[in-house]
């Protein structure tokens, strides 16, 4: 059976870009993605409900991330669903599905001088 692992996503940061050095020294960026879904009820008013994606991105799309992106910034991924495991305050791990972007586009406006909207950057 044939299967396909891509994701798009589009949303705003429900956070600031966290940047940090994995192990063996790998730049990563952790963004955690808010995504609104908007839909009908059956009376016919319109409600919506948001859904918070960890995306993760590495290397220079990282860099890249954590120069252009804040908090509320607008931005659609491309990637892949990934499965880590996070540990509980339990001490036990639990399995986590996250993104690893492989593309981010800034769909925003200029925030910091240098910076182009609607920029696309992809990884390594």
């Given at each position: 059976?044939?299967?396909?692992?891509?994701?798009?996503?589009?949303?705003?940061?429900?956070?600031?870009?966290?940047?940090?050095?994995?192990?063996?020294?790998?730049?990563?960026?952790?963004?955690?993605?808010?995504?609104?879904?908007r839909r009908e009820r059956s009376d016919g008013k319109p409600?919506?409900?948001?859904?918070?994606?960890?995306?993760?991105?590495?290397?220079?799309?990282?860099?890249?991330?954590?120069?252009?992106?804040?908090?509320?910034?607008?931005?659609?991924?491309?990637?892949?669903?990934?499965?880590?495991?996070?540990?509980?305050?339990?001490?036990?791990?639990?399995?986590?599905?996250?993104?690893?972007?492989?593309?981010?586009?800034?769909?925003?406006?200029?925030?910091?001088?240098?910076?182009?909207?609607?920029?696309?950057?992809?990884?390594?």
């Amino acid at each position: 059976m044939a299967s396909v692992n891509w994701v798009v996503l589009a949303g705003c940061l429900a956070a600031d870009v966290k940047l940090q050095r994995a192990d063996g020294g790998t730049l990563v960026a952790n963004l955690p993605l808010l995504v609104r879904e908007r839909r009908e009820r059956s009376d016919g008013k319109p409600t919506s409900r948001s859904v918070l994606v960890d995306v993760e991105t590495r290397n220079r799309l990282a860099e890249e991330c954590e120069r252009h992106l804040r908090k509320n910034s607008p931005v659609m991924i491309e990637g892949s669903l990934q499965m880590i495991e996070r540990l509980k305050k339990s001490g036990k791990n639990r399995p986590n599905i996250s993104i690893r972007a492989s593309r981010v586009h800034f769909l925003g406006a200029r925030r910091h001088k240098g910076d182009t909207a609607g920029m696309s950057a992809a990884g390594a």
